[in-house]
C-alpha cells in the first residue's frame, strides 16, 4: 500500500484525470491503517475507512482512531468486516452516488484488494523471497517451491498465484484460515458457503466469511469462464452458498488449506518463541501451524503477515505474562521477547484520538455524503 499511492497519481497524471480520488476502504484491522499511511495527505486524494468496532486489536484501533492525515476520514461500524465490505462495494456500484461525486469532480477508487493495484506489489514478494532463496542455495533457478499464507479474504494468496502465473515455479499453495474457515471448507469440498456464525477471534484481520478475491481465482480456474463466475457470485448473494463445477474444482487441485483453532494458534506463538526464539504474530501463527499439519515436500515459504506489536495482549498471553495494556504491553513485550518496538508505533499511544464515530452498517451512505459531499 506504500506503493498504490504513487501508481494511482501517476496513472491519473497519465490519462489527464484532474478529479479528486475518493479511496473507499473496508477494513479488518490491517488494510486501513496502511491505506491511511500510504495516501495521507497526498494531493488530490480523500481517503475513506469503515472498520468493525469489536474485533479489532488495540493496537489497530489506536492507528485507526489517531490518523492524523488532513484527507483521512475514519469510521467505526457496529457490524464485522463483511459487511463494512459489502456496503463498500455497494457505495462503489451505486451510480447516483458516483454522479454525485463527479459535480463535485470526485471519483471513487478502492485501497482494498478491490483495487487489483493492491495486488501488484504484493507478487514481488514471493518473486524477491525465491530469489533469496536461490542466491542462500536453498533452492535451485526453477526448482518448484511451496508457498503457505494465512489470509482472510484471499488477496496475499492470490498475488502468490499471480507469481506463479508469470513464471514462479510453485508447486502447492496452502490456504491457512483461523476459525472462520470458509475456505479451508471451500478447497477440501468446492463448496463455498457463508452461512454460518461469524467469530471474533484472536487472529481478527482474518475474521472474515466472504473472501472476495477468490472470485478472481475462480475466472482463471473456469477458464475465463465470466457466466459461470458470475453464477457463483449471484448464488452467493441470493442463497449464500454456491458450489463449483467438478471441472473448475479439478483446476484447484494445486491449492490446500487448513485451519487454526484460537487455541492452537496461542500455542504456536509459545512453541515457535520456545524453539527458535522468535516472535510471530497470531496471524502468522495461523499459517505456521497449517504449515505443521500438513504433508508438504521440499522447500517452503510461509508469509509472515504482521508485527507482533500490533497484537501484543496476544502475543503476551500466549508467552505466559499477564499483558499490559497500551504502551505498557509493548514495552512488556520487548522486555520479553529482548526485540525493538517498532517506530511506528512507538509513540502511537501519546497521540491524541481524532476519530471517535460510531454508526451501524445502514448508515454508512448518509455518513459518507456527510463526510464528502
Known amino acids: 500500500l506504500q506503493a498504490l499511492p504513487h501508481l494511482m497519481t501517476t496513472a491519473a497524471k497519465k490519462h489527464q484525470i484532474t478529479d479528486t480520488m475518493v479511496i473507499l476502504t473496508a477494513t479488518s484491522g490491517d488494510t486501513g491503517t496502511a491505506a491511511m499511511r500510504g495516501f495521507g ?37 457496529t457490524g464485522n468486516f463483511d459487511d463494512a465490505q459489502k456496503a463498500v462495494k455497494s457505495l462503489l456500484s451505486e451510480k447516483d452516488l458516483v454522479a454525485d461525486l463527479a459535480t463535485h469532480q470526485q471519483r471513487f477508487s478502492s485501497a482494498n484488494s478491490i483495487n487489483i493495484g493492491r495486488l501488484v506489489p504484493q507478487i514481488v514478494y514471493y518473486i524477491h523471497a525465491y530469489a533469496q532463496l536461490v542466491k542462500q542455495g536453498q533452492v535451485q533457478a526453477g526448482e518448484p517451491v511451496s508457498i503457505v499464507v494465512p489470509t482472510g479474504n484471499f488477496g496475499n494468496v492470490l498475488a502468490a498465484y499471480y507469481a506463479s502465473q508469470i513464471g514462479l515455479p510453485v508447486r502447492q499453495f496452502v490456504v491457512a484460515s483461523n476459525e472462520n474457515h470458509v475456505l479451508t471448507d471451500f478447497f477440501q469440498t468446492g463448496r463455498y458457503d457463508r452461512q454460518r456464525a461469524f467469530k471474533v477471534t484472536n487472529a481478527p484481520a482474518m475474521d472474515i466469511l466472504v473472501s472476495s478475491n477468490l472470485e478472481r481465482l475462480l475466472y482463471f480456474a473456469s477458464g475465463r469462464n465470466t457466466a459461470e463466475v458470475k453464477r457463483y457470485m ?49 496471524h502468522t ?4 501451524f497449517v504449515l505443521s499439519e500438513q ?79
Request: aromatic share 8%; charged share 15%.
Open 41 to 77: 495527505d497526498v494531493p488530490q486524494t480523500e481517503i475513506v475507512v469503515f472498520y468493525p468496532e469489536v474485533g479489532v486489536s488495540e493496537m489497530q484501533r489506536q492507528q485507526m482512531q489517531t490518523e492524523a492525515a488532513k484527507n483521512a476520514h475514519v469510521i467505526a461500524i
Open 234 to 282: 449471484q448464488d452467493l448473494a441470493d442463497k449464500g452458498a454456491y458450489e463449483v463445477t467438478s471441472e473448475t474444482r479439478r483446476q484447484l487441485s494445486q491449492f490446500t488449506a487448513g485451519f487454526a483453532t484460537q487455541e492452537q494458534v496461542t500455542k504456536t506463538i509459545q512453541d515457535v518463541f520456545d524453539q527458535t526464539q522468535y516472535t510471530i504474530d497470531p
Open 285 to 288: 501463527a495461523v499459517g505456521r
Open 295 to 373: 504433508a508438504i515436500s521440499g522447500p517452503t515459504l510461509l508469509a509472515a503477515t504482521a508485527s507482533p506489536y500490533k497484537f501484543a495482549d496476544t502475543v503476551l498471553t500466549a508467552l505466559g505474562a499477564q499483558a499490559e495494556t497500551g504502551y505498557q504491553g509493548l514495552t512488556q513485550l520487548a522486555q520479553l521477547t529482548q526485540t525493538t518496538i517498532p517506530t511506528a508505533v512507538e509513540t502511537l499511544f501519546a497521540q491524541p484520538i481524532l476519530h471517535r464515530q460510531v454508526i451501524t452498517p445502514a448508515q454508512i451512505e448518509k455518513t459518507f455524503r456527510q463526510e464528502l459531499l
